[in-house]
Protein backbone atom coordinates (compact mmCIF):
# COMPACT_ATOMS: atom_id res chain seq x y z
CA UNK A 1 0.00 0.00 0.00
CA UNK A 2 1.79 3.32 -1.29
CA UNK A 3 2.20 6.16 1.35
CA UNK A 4 0.58 8.70 -1.13
CA UNK A 5 -3.30 7.87 -2.41
CA UNK A 6 -4.28 8.64 -6.21
CA UNK A 7 -7.01 7.46 -8.26
CA UNK A 8 -6.41 4.05 -9.92
CA UNK A 9 -7.36 5.48 -13.45
CA UNK A 10 -8.68 8.82 -15.00
CA UNK A 11 -9.51 9.32 -18.41
CA UNK A 12 -10.16 12.04 -21.30
CA UNK A 13 -10.49 12.80 -25.31
CA UNK A 14 -8.37 14.59 -27.17
CA UNK A 15 -8.34 18.38 -26.67
CA UNK A 16 -9.68 18.40 -22.80
CA UNK A 17 -8.38 18.68 -19.33
CA UNK A 18 -7.99 15.78 -16.31
CA UNK A 19 -6.72 16.30 -13.12
CA UNK A 20 -4.96 13.78 -11.17
CA UNK A 21 -5.06 13.97 -7.44
CA UNK A 22 -2.47 13.18 -5.00
CA UNK A 23 -3.52 12.76 -0.73
CA UNK A 24 -1.51 12.71 1.83
CA UNK A 25 -1.03 13.59 5.51
CA UNK A 26 0.19 16.52 7.80
CA UNK A 27 3.42 14.56 7.34
CA UNK A 28 4.23 15.17 3.91
CA UNK A 29 2.05 16.92 1.55
CA UNK A 30 0.39 19.15 3.78
CA UNK A 31 3.52 20.55 5.45
CA UNK A 32 6.32 20.37 2.51
CA UNK A 33 6.34 21.96 -0.78
CA UNK A 34 8.23 19.18 -1.64
CA UNK A 35 5.93 17.18 -4.45
CA UNK A 36 6.87 16.33 -7.61
CA UNK A 37 5.04 14.21 -10.45
CA UNK A 38 6.51 11.71 -13.07
CA UNK A 39 5.58 10.24 -16.14
CA UNK A 40 6.12 6.66 -17.06
CA UNK A 41 5.23 5.12 -20.71
CA UNK A 42 5.14 1.20 -20.89
CA UNK A 43 8.45 -0.46 -20.34
CA UNK A 44 9.92 3.15 -20.41
CA UNK A 45 11.92 4.73 -17.48
CA UNK A 46 9.93 7.32 -15.26
CA UNK A 47 10.25 10.86 -16.53
CA UNK A 48 10.58 14.23 -14.09
CA UNK A 49 7.14 16.33 -15.47
CA UNK A 50 6.73 18.77 -12.08
CA UNK A 51 8.56 19.77 -9.08
CA UNK A 52 8.21 22.22 -5.92
CA UNK A 53 4.55 21.50 -6.78
CA UNK A 54 4.08 23.75 -9.49
CA UNK A 55 7.57 24.05 -11.22
CA UNK A 56 8.12 22.26 -14.53
CA UNK A 57 11.38 20.82 -15.85
CA UNK A 58 13.17 22.52 -19.01
CA UNK A 59 11.05 20.52 -21.79
CA UNK A 60 8.21 20.10 -20.63
CA UNK A 61 4.92 21.33 -22.13
CA UNK A 62 3.06 24.23 -20.65
CA UNK A 63 0.07 21.91 -20.76
CA UNK A 64 1.20 20.54 -17.86
CA UNK A 65 0.72 21.96 -14.49
CA UNK A 66 0.74 21.34 -10.60
CA UNK A 67 -1.12 22.84 -7.50
CA UNK A 68 -1.70 22.00 -3.82
CA UNK A 69 -4.21 22.22 -1.22
CA UNK A 70 -4.32 20.91 2.06
CA UNK A 71 -3.03 17.56 1.93
CA UNK A 72 -4.42 17.09 -1.61
CA UNK A 73 -1.65 17.98 -4.95
CA UNK A 74 -2.74 17.83 -7.96
CA UNK A 75 -1.24 17.38 -11.56
CA UNK A 76 -3.42 18.79 -14.01
CA UNK A 77 -2.91 18.04 -17.83
CA UNK A 78 -4.81 20.53 -20.49
CA UNK A 79 -5.11 19.81 -24.32
CA UNK A 80 -4.92 16.45 -24.19
CA UNK A 81 -2.66 14.83 -26.86
CA UNK A 82 -2.69 11.21 -27.72
CA UNK A 83 1.16 10.70 -26.36
CA UNK A 84 -0.07 11.75 -22.72
CA UNK A 85 -1.27 8.65 -22.33
CA UNK A 86 0.68 6.80 -19.18
CA UNK A 87 1.30 6.52 -16.22
CA UNK A 88 1.53 9.25 -13.92
CA UNK A 89 3.19 9.15 -10.08
CA UNK A 90 3.07 11.67 -7.65
CA UNK A 91 5.63 11.97 -4.70
CA UNK A 92 6.91 14.07 -1.45
CA UNK A 93 9.47 14.50 0.97
CA UNK A 94 8.18 13.35 4.51
CA UNK A 95 9.48 13.72 7.86
CA UNK A 96 9.00 9.73 8.49
CA UNK A 97 11.93 7.37 8.59
CA UNK A 98 11.73 7.17 5.09
CA UNK A 99 12.03 10.31 3.54
CA UNK A 100 10.35 9.93 0.23
CA UNK A 101 7.40 8.58 -0.74
CA UNK A 102 4.90 7.99 -3.98
CA UNK A 103 1.44 7.34 -4.79
CA UNK A 104 0.59 3.90 -6.14
CA UNK A 105 0.14 5.75 -9.75
CA UNK A 106 -2.26 6.70 -12.14
CA UNK A 107 -3.21 5.48 -15.64
CA UNK A 108 -4.29 7.73 -17.97
CA UNK A 109 -6.33 7.05 -21.09
CA UNK A 110 -6.88 8.84 -23.67
CA UNK A 111 -10.02 7.98 -25.15
CA UNK B 1 22.17 13.91 -22.30
CA UNK B 2 22.53 12.53 -18.84
CA UNK B 3 22.95 8.57 -19.13
CA UNK B 4 22.36 6.25 -16.50
CA UNK B 5 22.64 2.35 -17.24
CA UNK B 6 22.09 0.03 -14.56
CA UNK B 7 23.42 -4.00 -14.44
CA UNK B 8 23.65 -6.45 -12.41
CA UNK B 9 19.84 -7.62 -11.96
CA UNK B 10 18.80 -10.88 -12.07
CA UNK B 11 17.12 -14.60 -10.65
CA UNK B 12 18.48 -15.49 -6.91
CA UNK B 13 17.15 -17.32 -4.07
CA UNK B 14 16.03 -15.80 -0.90
CA UNK B 15 18.52 -15.29 0.93
CA UNK B 16 21.06 -14.81 -1.61
CA UNK B 17 23.14 -11.65 -2.53
CA UNK B 18 22.92 -9.13 -5.08
CA UNK B 19 25.09 -6.25 -6.61
CA UNK B 20 23.50 -3.61 -9.05
CA UNK B 21 25.91 -1.44 -10.73
CA UNK B 22 25.11 1.73 -12.62
CA UNK B 23 27.09 3.46 -15.15
CA UNK B 24 26.81 7.20 -15.14
CA UNK B 25 27.70 9.62 -18.43
CA UNK B 26 27.62 12.54 -20.24
CA UNK B 27 27.63 14.37 -16.39
CA UNK B 28 30.12 15.40 -13.76
CA UNK B 29 28.59 12.32 -11.53
CA UNK B 30 30.78 13.47 -8.53
CA UNK B 31 28.74 16.46 -8.14
CA UNK B 32 25.68 14.72 -7.90
CA UNK B 33 23.65 12.87 -5.03
CA UNK B 34 22.03 10.07 -6.24
CA UNK B 35 19.18 7.73 -5.51
CA UNK B 36 17.83 4.06 -6.09
CA UNK B 37 14.13 3.82 -6.37
CA UNK B 38 12.44 0.57 -7.37
CA UNK B 39 9.40 -0.75 -8.66
CA UNK B 40 7.25 -3.56 -8.74
CA UNK B 41 4.64 -3.82 -11.37
CA UNK B 42 0.90 -3.10 -10.41
CA UNK B 43 2.58 -1.48 -6.98
CA UNK B 44 4.49 1.74 -7.85
CA UNK B 45 7.67 3.48 -7.26
CA UNK B 46 9.27 2.83 -3.90
CA UNK B 47 12.10 4.80 -2.72
CA UNK B 48 15.19 2.33 -1.61
CA UNK B 49 18.47 4.71 -0.88
CA UNK B 50 20.20 8.05 -0.87
CA UNK B 51 23.94 8.51 -1.42
CA UNK B 52 25.88 11.71 -0.94
CA UNK B 53 28.55 13.25 -3.87
CA UNK B 54 31.41 11.78 -2.37
CA UNK B 55 29.97 8.95 -0.83
CA UNK B 56 30.09 9.92 3.30
CA UNK B 57 26.20 9.81 3.85
CA UNK B 58 23.91 7.49 3.02
CA UNK B 59 20.59 7.00 4.23
CA UNK B 60 18.20 4.29 3.66
CA UNK B 61 14.52 3.27 3.41
CA UNK B 62 13.34 0.93 6.40
CA UNK B 63 12.44 -1.93 4.12
CA UNK B 64 16.18 -2.27 3.33
CA UNK B 65 17.95 -0.86 6.14
CA UNK B 66 20.54 -3.47 7.25
CA UNK B 67 20.38 -5.17 4.40
CA UNK B 68 21.36 -2.95 1.63
CA UNK B 69 24.30 -1.12 0.89
CA UNK B 70 24.76 2.09 -1.49
CA UNK B 71 28.65 3.04 -2.39
CA UNK B 72 29.89 5.35 -5.40
CA UNK B 73 32.95 4.94 -7.35
CA UNK B 74 33.74 8.90 -8.48
CA UNK B 75 36.25 7.49 -10.73
CA UNK B 76 34.40 4.95 -12.07
CA UNK B 77 31.42 7.26 -12.54
CA UNK B 78 29.47 3.98 -11.10
CA UNK B 79 26.86 3.72 -8.11
CA UNK B 80 26.24 0.32 -6.55
CA UNK B 81 23.71 -1.24 -4.89
CA UNK B 82 24.62 -4.46 -2.62
CA UNK B 83 21.56 -6.72 -2.13
CA UNK B 84 21.91 -8.90 0.92
CA UNK B 85 19.45 -11.19 2.77
CA UNK B 86 17.24 -10.60 -0.25
CA UNK B 87 13.46 -11.29 0.35
CA UNK B 88 10.66 -12.29 -2.01
CA UNK B 89 9.11 -8.70 -1.39
CA UNK B 90 12.55 -7.45 -2.57
CA UNK B 91 11.80 -8.69 -5.77
CA UNK B 92 11.19 -5.40 -8.86
CA UNK B 93 12.66 -3.38 -11.10
CA UNK B 94 16.00 -1.05 -9.57
CA UNK B 95 16.04 2.19 -11.44
CA UNK B 96 19.44 4.66 -10.87
CA UNK B 97 18.32 8.10 -10.55
CA UNK B 98 20.13 11.42 -10.03
CA UNK B 99 19.33 13.90 -8.02
CA UNK B 100 18.01 16.97 -9.11
CA UNK B 101 17.76 20.08 -6.45
CA UNK B 102 16.55 23.81 -6.98
CA UNK B 103 17.76 25.47 -3.85
CA UNK B 104 14.60 24.51 -2.47
CA UNK B 105 13.88 21.26 -2.94
CA UNK B 106 15.27 17.69 -4.22
CA UNK B 107 13.70 15.19 -7.00
CA UNK B 108 14.12 12.54 -8.98
CA UNK B 109 15.58 13.94 -12.20
CA UNK B 110 17.18 11.67 -14.13
CA UNK B 111 16.16 7.86 -14.26
CA UNK B 112 18.20 5.04 -15.93
CA UNK B 113 16.44 2.25 -17.60
CA UNK B 114 16.29 -0.49 -14.70
CA UNK B 115 17.30 -3.86 -13.87
CA UNK B 116 15.28 -6.22 -12.59
CA UNK B 117 15.66 -8.66 -9.41
CA UNK B 118 13.51 -11.85 -8.93
CA UNK B 119 13.93 -13.07 -5.70
CA UNK B 120 12.43 -16.71 -5.50
CA UNK B 121 13.02 -20.69 -4.28
Known amino acids: QSALTQPASVSGSPGQSITISCTGT?????????VSWYQQHPGKAPKLMMF???HRPSGVSYRFSGSKSGNTASLTISGLQPEDEADYFC???????????FGGGTKLSVL | EVQLVESGGGFVQPGGSLRLSCAAS????????MHWVRQVPGRGLAWVSR????????IYADSVKGRFSVSRDNAKNTLYLQMNSLRAEDSATYFC??????????????WGQGTQVIVSS
Open chain 1, 91 to 101: SSYTSRNTPWV
Open chain 2, 97 to 110: VREGCSGVSCYFHH
Open chain 2, 26 to 33: EFIFSNYW
Open chain 1, 52 to 54: EVS
Open chain 1, 26 to 34: SSDINFYNY
Open chain 2, 51 to 58: ISTDGSTT
